[in-house]
C-alpha cells in the first residue's frame, strides 16, 4: 500500500500542484534551481533560481517554507511551482530556503532560526554563484541587488523574525518582508495550542506541549528571542497576510499582531499593509494558481519596487 507520509503529501493542495504533471509551461519546480550548502546538516542547503537571461529587476527573494517547523514539510512539497514562477517572470532571482526543523537532529528554536539567517546573510553570495554557473548570463553585480524576504505560515514567523535579526546585527540589507499567515505573537499562538494535534509553538520552543507559559520557568526567555512582536519596531516594510477560512493560523491572530506591529508608529507606517483574503484558506494563499495569492503578490511587489 501507499506509505502514509505519500498519502499525506498528495492530500495536500500545495504538493497536488508539485505532483501534477507539468502540463503547464508555465512553472518551475523547485528542486530544479542550483543546489548549495550553507552548512553541513542534511537541511541546511537553499535552492537558487534565476529568470531568463538576466536579473533584470535588480531583485533577489529569499523564500522561507512553512509547516509549523515539521520535518514532513520541505522546501520541495510546500513551495508552489507557480508561485515561484510569478518571481522569475518578474525578473527576480529567488532563494528556497531549506533549514532544519522540530523533529530534525539540531532542529527548532534556536537553530531553525540561525539556519534562516545564515542563508539569508548569504543569499547574495548564493544568486553570485548561480549566475557563474549559468551558460550566457548577463553579469549581474550581486551587491547591488535588493533584497525581500518572503515566508508562509512558520516561515512567515520566520520571515518577520530573519528580517529583524539581519538588519539589527547589519548582516543583510532587506528592503521588504512579505508574511503570509504568520504567528507573529508566539505567546498568542501557545495560548491557542496552534497545530493539527496542539503544541506547534510549545515544541519548536523545546517546552513541554501541556505546560501553559507561566508553568515554564524557561518559556519567557524564549518568547522574547523568537516572537517577532518582541522585536518590534519593524525596520522594513512589511506587507502581512491573514486568509479568513484559514483554521491553522486564525486571521484574528494575524490580525492582532499587525495591530500591534502599526501601532509601533515606526518610519515605514505608510508602506506596512495588511491583507485578509476573503474565502481563503491557509494553502490558497501561497498557491501560484489562485486569485488569493494573486492579491498579495501582487501588493508586495508594488510595495517592493517603491522601496529604496
Not at 502514509?4 to 534551481?33: C, I
Request: a negative charge; glycine letters at 8%; one cysteine or more.
Amino acid at each position: 500500500s501507499e506509505p502514509l507520509l505519500l498519502r499525506l503529501l498528495r492530500s495536500h493542495p500545495t504538493s497536488r500542484v508539485l505532483m501534477a504533471a507539468t502540463a503547464d509551461a508555465k512553472q518551475t519546480a523547485p528542486e530544479s534551481g542550483l543546489k548549495v550548502r550553507y552548512g553541513e546538516h542534511p537541511d541546511q542547503f537553499v535552492y537558487v533560481h534565476l529568470p531568463p537571461g538576466e536579473i533584470s529587476s535588480g531583485i533577489l527573494m529569499n523564500v522561507i517554507h512553512g509547516g509549523f517547523w515539521k520535518g514532513c514539510w520541505t522546501v520541495q512539497n510546500t513551495n508552489s511551482p507557480q508561485m515561484l514562477q510569478a518571481w522569475l517572470d518578474k525578473g527576480v532571482a529567488v532563494v528556497l530556503i531549506e533549514y532544519r526543523r522540530n523533529d530534525e537532529e539540531g532542529g527548532g528554536w534556536p537553530r531553525s532560526n540561525d539556519d534562516v539567517l545564515e542563508a539569508v546573510s548569504r543569499c547574495r553570495d548564493f544568486v553570485g554563484a548561480a549566475v557563474d554557473q549559468a551558460e550566457g548570463y548577463k553579469p549581474t553585480s550581486v551587491e547591488d541587488l535588493k533584497v525581500g524576504v518572503q515566508g508562509h505560515s512558520a516561515g512567515g514567523t520566520l520571515s518577520l523574525w530573519v528580517t529583524q535579526k539581519a538588519l539589527l546585527e547589519e548582516k543583510m540589507n532587506v528592503a521588504a518582508c512579505f508574511s503570509i499567515a504568520p504567528v507573529g505573537d508566539l505567546l498568542a499562538g501557545w495560548e491557542m495550542n496552534l497545530g493539527e494535534e496542539g503544541g506547534a509553538i510549545q515544541n519548536y520552543l523545546g517546552e513541554a506541549v501541556e505546560a501553559t507559559p507561566a508553568e515554564s520557568p524557561t518559556a519567557s526567555a524564549k518568547l522574547d528571542a523568537a516572537s517577532p512582536v518582541s522585536l518590534l519596531p519593524m525596520l522594513a516594510p512589511a506587507v502581512v497576510v491573514a486568509a479568513s477560512e484559514d483554521t491553522d493560523v486564525p486571521p484574528m491572530l494575524v490580525r492582532q499582531f499587525y495591530s500591534k506591529l502599526v501601532e509601533q508608529r515606526d518610519e515605514f507606517s505608510g508602506a506596512h499593509a495588511f491583507i485578509e483574503i476573503e474565502g481563503a484558506d491557509h494553502l490558497e494563499i501561497t498557491d501560484g494558481t489562485s486569485e488569493a495569492w494573486n492579491r498579495s503578490f501582487e501588493a508586495f511587489w508594488n510595495v517592493l519596487v517603491a522601496t529604496s
